[in-house]
């Protein structure tokens, strides 16, 4: 899943690790150097394959405690009876 999404994540990485610092410790990141950050995001940006990993077996494993397919469903076909 990592590789198919890999450059879209980077940019979505980029973004969270931006906002996140800019919430919680905005004038510190406003000084830490472009280099560094740039070493925050990749670090972020390596530790996206083994969490999404991990987070994708959960939400597998927990997919009924998340999703209610069923009343889902129903839904679908109560809003599409007349189709």
């Known amino acids: ?9 980077l940019l979505l990485v980029d973004d969270i690790v ?6 919680h410790m905005p004038s510190s990141w ?3 150097p472009a280099a560094v950050k ?8 390596r530790a996206c394959p083994q969490f999404l990993s991990a987070f994708i077996a959960d939400m597998q494993a927990n997919i009924n405690s998340v999703l209610d397919i069923r009343d889902m469903c ?3 076909f109560v809003e599409n009876k007349e189709k």
């Open 74 to 76: 129903i839904k679908i």
């Open 18 to 23: 931006q906002e996140t610092a800019m919430h």
């Open 30 to 32: 406003y000084y830490i």
């Open 38 to 45: 740039n070493e925050i995001i990749l670090s972020a940006n």
């Open 1 to 9: 899943f990592y590789e198919a999404a890999e450059d879209g994540l």
